[in-house]
């Protein structure tokens, strides 16, 4: 037999086990004599039985004629058996267990690290879901985060200190870590056929990783690419490479096209410092309809320049409008994952097919750090994959479960700790705040102070650039953001935070986080990246949404992205329909042709259109009403449109009109 001692306040409870099995406890106090601790207090029960008081005489038979191990360091009771010549030992058991007469013997390799002492997995469960209980409710998903994390680190301490802990501790909070990728030996620029003005004007001696593997599957050779590959591993060269080699040789202009006119400025910016000694460089961005002296074009909006940097809709509005855009040998689509948006992905998804008509021989290539099954998208776009999962920095990610009025006193120690840091590159830790409104940017902005500044589409276009000099400089620790950054304009952070999970009402997808995250590290600046996502146990953004922030928070750090597949509704449909038959000039097998040709699937918007007389069929041809022209210019579909004539004829003040509409956009489901 085995008899187990576990000191306690006070007393030592004893516990009996034979073959593995607790066959009775029991409870026994020591007393200090002048011939030394001697046992007094005994109380046993056998298994199924009542605890009563046993002589202790029978206690000491038992100690002897067992095998004494001690749970704890006893210096008393270790006195107390060596005055009897009895011998003992140590053993690791389960505190919680010997608690409810159970013996489960625990180590580094079983048990738990908890306060100090290890206990058994089991325990450790139902101990972290005591501790949860207290804080909140938390989802299913969320435990079984916890619980593989906790089988993973076994130690409940640091578990529970990524759940509403007093201070955010990077050791204690890490998620996981995205190791960096081993410097690859690649080509130098010279090596390659390119014209020489372009490599003397690059600014570029070797090749990054992406960029080689783009060379080596034909992008000097004018194959279509769909090139998947971290934020800031050089996917923007690729385009320019491909670009001012198609032009410089005669084969055609280049459009390079972005989703934000930010980042449209950007491009704009860096092309014309670049390159603008060799070629012309334009930029269209489509035109306000504020005749204000910041809302004016930053630059020449020609269309038909060599190189033409521009927004989607920029462009679109050309090719809407019937303006000829000719010459065209190179497109790049930045940011293709714009496809999957709900808003605008269907008109990204019309302009490609639109672009490929009015310019059949040029080459197509797609940009883009974050894409689920890329490879079916690279066979609905017809383009070779290059896809490079490494980064050019290691990443750290942190989980932290927190109340939200916690959430921006953690959020200021944090910035101000990231600032503090600077790297081997020399340059200072900054930190780029996504959250889930424009007031509440502006919120965790004043609370930072003057090392912080809000930036949304709200602000001026003086005050972005502002915003964006500043950063630049050196001289904020942070900006707080919407979605406004997500698809890539350049702030180069080390460090992402994830105040809330959701952009207005709507919880981020896996893709649109990924796109977030990607913006912590860049090789250039930074040694490490940082992602931290706090999220709110229970907290949610809208009543409809069944899922609460610590769930998302789960599903986003281990989701995978979804294969780009959409399905555009009518709205949507009629408007690509009207936009291809202006483009085709209405010759309906073109239409049908450049349908065909795109990514996602669109209703029959024909037979719609012809109810509404907004289009008129006549062999072979679709004829276009100047209301239909007017659905293609202005990017609205079929029924966007006839509730608009409905308000024009009841209302006379535009201004009525416009908050109608609003009102009803804003009510509908």
């Known amino acids: 037999m085995k008899v187990i001692v576990q000191?306690?306040?006070?007393?030592?409870?004893?516990?009996?086990?034979?073959?593995?099995?607790?066959?009775?406890?029991?409870?026994?106090?020591?007393?200090?004599?002048?011939?030394?601790?001697?046992?007094?207090n005994f109380k046993m029960r056998r298994r199924g039985k009542q605890l009563k008081p046993t002589p202790t005489r029978d206690l000491i038979t038992l100690l002897r004629r067992s095998s004494v191990l001690l749970a704890?360091?006893?210096?008393?009771?270790?006195?107390?058996?060596?005055?009897?010549?009895?011998?003992?030992?140590?053993?690791?058991?389960?505190?919680f267990c010997q608690l409810e007469d159970r013996f489960v013997p625990v180590d580094k390799t079983t048990?738990?690290?908890?306060?100090?002492?290890?206990?058994?997995?089991?325990?450790?469960?139902?101990?972290?879901?005591?501790?949860?209980?207290?804080?909140?409710?938390f989802g299913g998903s969320v435990l079984v985060h916890l619980e593989k994390l906790l089988t993973q680190v076994r130690d409940l301490d640091r578990v529970l200190a990524s759940v509403g802990p007093e201070n955010p501790d990077r050791k204690r909070t890490l998620f996981d870590r995205l190791e960096a990728h081993e410097v690859q030996k690649t080509a130098h620029i010279t090596e390659l056929p390119l014209p020489p003005a372009f490599t003397k004007a690059a600014g570029v001696e070797y090749l990054m990783p992406v960029q080689q593997l783009a060379v080596q599957n034909g992008l000097l050779e004018g194959q279509h690419l769909l090139v998947?590959?971290?934020?800031a591993s050089g996917k923007t060269f690729i385009g320019e490479m491909a670009g001012m080699k198609n032009f410089l040789e005669g084969r055609g202009r280049m459009l390079f096209l972005v989703p934000l006119v930010a980042l449209a400025n950007q491009k704009y910016q860096r092309f014309r410092d670049r390159y603008g000694h060799l070629v012309r460089v334009t930029l269209q961005t489509g035109v306000s309809r504020l005749n204000l002296p910041e809302t004016r074009s930053a630059g020449d909006r020609d269309v038909n320049a060599p190189v033409v940097v521009g927004t989607y809709e920029g462009i679109d509005h050309a090719l809407r409008t019937?303006?000829?855009?000719?010459?065209?040998?190179?497109?790049?689509?930045?940011?293709?994952?714009?496809?999957?948006?709900?808003?605008?992905?269907?008109?990204?998804?019309?302009?490609?097919?639109?672009?490929k008509h009015v310019a059949p021989e040029a080459q197509f290539l797609y940009l883009s750090a974050t894409i689920g099954a890329p490879g079916l998208l690279a066979d609905k776009l017809r383009a070779n994959l290059v896809r490079y999962a490494d980064r050019p920095v290691p990443l750290e990610r942190h989980l932290i479960f927190i109340e939200r009025a916690k959430k921006i006193s953690f959020i200021k120690q944090m910035v101000a700790e990231e600032f503090k840091i600077r790297s081997s590159k020399g340059y200072r830790g900054q930190t780029i705040i996504f959250t889930n409104s424009r007031a509440r940017?502006?919120?965790?902005?004043?609370?930072?102070?003057?090392?912080?500044?809000?930036?949304?589409?709200?602000?001026?276009?003086?005050?972005r650039r502002d915003v964006e000099r500043r950063f630049a400089n050196g001289e904020l620790g942070a900006v707080v953001t919407t979605a406004a950054l997500a698809a890539g304009v350049d702030f180069p952070a080390s460090q992402v935070i994830f105040d809330a999970l959701a952009m207005g009402i709507q919880w981020l997808t896996v893709q649109e986080f990924h796109q977030m995250m990607g913006r912590a590290g860049r090789p250039d600046y930074h040694?490490?990246?940082?992602?931290?996502?706090?999220?709110?146990?229970?907290?949610?953004?809208?009543?409809?949404?069944?899922k609460t922030e610590e769930e998302v928070a789960v599903g986003l750090l281990r989701g995978e992205m979804e294969e780009v597949a959409p399905e555009y509704d009518m709205e949507q449909s009629t408007e690509e329909f009207v936009a291809n038959a202006v483009v085709s000039n209405g010759d309906e097998q073109q239409v049908i042709g450049m349908t065909h040709a795109m990514v996602g699937t669109l209703e029959p918007a024909l037979p719609t259109l012809l109810d509404y007389g907004l289009v008129r069929r006549?062999?072979?041809?679709?004829?276009?009403?100047?209301?239909?022209?007017?659905m293609a210019e202005h990017f609205i579909g079929a029924e966007r449109l006839m509730e608009i004539k409905d308000l024009v004829r009841r209302m006379d003040d535009a201004a009525e009109i416009v908050a109608e509409l609003e009102c009803a956009e804003e009510t509908t489901p």
């Open 111 to 137: 048990g738990v690290r908890y306060g100090g002492e290890w206990i058994c997995m089991e325990c450790a469960k139902r101990e972290m879901r005591r501790e949860l209980g207290y804080l909140g409710r």
């Open 228 to 231: 998947v590959s971290a934020t």
């Open 618 to 630: 006549r062999g072979g041809r679709i004829e276009l009403t100047d209301m239909a022209r007017v």
């Open 441 to 463: 940017c502006h919120v965790i902005a004043d609370a930072l102070g003057n090392i912080a500044a809000p930036y949304h589409a709200g602000l001026s276009a003086q005050e």
């Open 527 to 546: 040694d490490l990246g940082r992602v931290v996502i706090m999220a709110e146990p229970g907290g949610s953004y809208s009543r409809t949404s069944g």
């Open 322 to 355: 019937g303006r000829s855009l000719k010459d065209i040998g190179t497109v790049v689509i930045d940011e293709v994952q714009m496809l999957e948006d709900p808003e605008r992905g269907h008109r990204l998804d019309g302009l490609i097919a639109r672009l």
């Open 7 to 40: 000191p306690q306040k006070g007393t030592y409870k004893l516990l009996f086990v034979e073959g593995g099995r607790v066959e009775g406890s029991g409870f026994v106090d020591l007393s200090a004599t002048p011939k030394g601790q001697r046992p007094k």
């Open 72 to 95: 704890a360091k006893s210096p008393e009771f270790e006195s107390f058996l060596a005055d009897l010549q009895i011998s003992s030992s140590r053993i690791n058991i389960c505190r």
